[in-house]
């Protein structure tokens, strides 16, 4: 009896002492071994291009549906329907794609890689117009801090649109500087590397952006006129 008693508490105390260890081994864990941890700079483009043009979809079919540019000749969804909808995984995935922008962003300063600090400067500026469009204000000058900030403070629509007009300046006067760090094969699914369309696009977004609230926000002085001669004269 005594022997069974005592490999009773043999076992437990074992059993015990192995939870103990693996749980605090499994906890300790810093580092995701299935992560790329140091992500180079062309693969980064790729992807951030390529999540700006589904987001751009993505808002795009939203709208579509609620202004009825299209329409289903059945009965269709709750959009369709001008029917309450969640279009939470839409905001998510502008979230997460400004998200890795704003590693591009950094990683391209730290390296003084100005064609990607310039794209990327242009894609952050675009996609959060589309934010700014669809849901006014939100989070943007806390949004992508390192820091554990769990609930960054919602900055303004007119907060939003001056914070796109900086990135657009900022992002065409990085892409108008010659750069040690070349663009990858196949890296811009946009515009394929070419530096001058880029341009071409900074001066659009910041044309339309102009054009979009001029009679709404105080944003610093542009000059229209010279903005549509940019979009013009790049070729």
Same mark, same amino acid.
Request: with cysteine.
């Given at each position: 009896?005594?022997?069974?008693? #005592?490999?009773?508490?043999? +076992?437990?105390?074992?059993? !015990?002492?192995? %939870?103990?260890?693996?749980?605090? /081994?499994?906890?300790?864990?810093?580092?995701?071994?299935?992560? !790329?941890?140091?992500?180079?700079?062309?693969?980064?483009? *790729?992807?951030?291009?390529?999540?700006?043009?589904?987001?751009? #979809?993505?808002?795009?079919?939203?709208?579509? =549906?609620?202004?009825? &540019?299209?329409?289903?000749? *059945?009965?269709?969804?709750?959009? /369709?329907?001008?029917?309450?909808?969640?279009?939470?995984? *839409?905001?998510?995935? %502008?979230?997460?794609?400004?998200? /890795? !922008? @704003?590693?591009?962003?950094?990683?391209?300063?730290?390296?003084?890689? +100005?064609?990607?600090?310039?794209?990327?400067?242009?894609?952050?500026?675009?996609?959060?117009?589309? !934010?700014?469009?669809?849901?006014?204000?939100?989070?943007?000058?806390?949004? #992508?801090?390192?820091?554990?900030?769990?609930?960054? $403070? #919602?900055?303004?629509?007119?907060?939003? &649109?001056?914070?796109?007009?900086?990135?657009?300046?900022?992002?065409?006067?990085?892409?108008?500087?010659?750069?040690?760090?070349?663009?990858? @094969?196949?890296? /811009?699914?946009?515009?394929? =590397?070419?530096?001058? @369309?880029?341009?071409?696009?900074?001066?659009?977004?910041?044309?339309?952006? %102009? =054009? $979009?609230?001029? @009679?709404?926000?105080?944003?610093?002085? &542009?000059?229209?006129?010279?903005?549509?001669?940019?979009? %013009?004269?790049?070729?």
């Amino acid at each position: 009896m005594k022997t069974l008693k #005592f490999k009773n508490i043999l +076992y437990i105390s074992l059993a !015990v002492i192995s %939870l103990n260890t693996s749980c605090s /081994d499994y906890f300790d864990l810093q580092d995701n071994p299935t992560l !790329v941890s140091n992500p180079n700079l062309n693969g980064m483009l *790729t992807t951030a291009t390529h999540k700006a043009a589904m987001n751009s #979809f993505n808002l795009s079919y939203i709208i579509s =549906n609620y202004c009825q &540019y299209t329409a289903s000749p *059945t009965p269709g969804s709750a959009t /369709d329907n001008y029917e309450p909808t969640n279009n939470s995984s *839409t905001w998510d995935a %502008l979230y997460y794609a400004l998200s /890795d !922008v @704003q590693d591009l962003i950094d990683k391209a300063t730290a390296e003084n890689a +100005y064609h990607h600090l310039g794209i990327g400067q242009l894609l952050m500026a675009y996609q959060l117009g589309l !934010v700014a469009d669809a849901w006014g204000s939100a989070p943007y000058s806390e949004a #992508f801090m390192k820091a554990n900030t769990f609930q960054p $403070k #919602f900055d303004s629509e007119e907060d939003l &649109y001056n914070a796109q007009a900086s990135l657009i300046t900022e992002g065409l006067a990085n892409l108008e500087k010659s750069s040690s760090v070349s663009l990858g @094969q196949n890296a /811009d699914l946009i515009h394929g =590397n070419n530096i001058q @369309q880029w341009i071409k696009t900074g001066y659009a977004l910041q044309a339309r952006l %102009l =054009n $979009k609230i001029q @009679q709404k926000v105080n944003l610093q002085p &542009y000059c229209r006129i010279e903005c549509h001669r940019q979009i %013009l004269s790049v070729q």
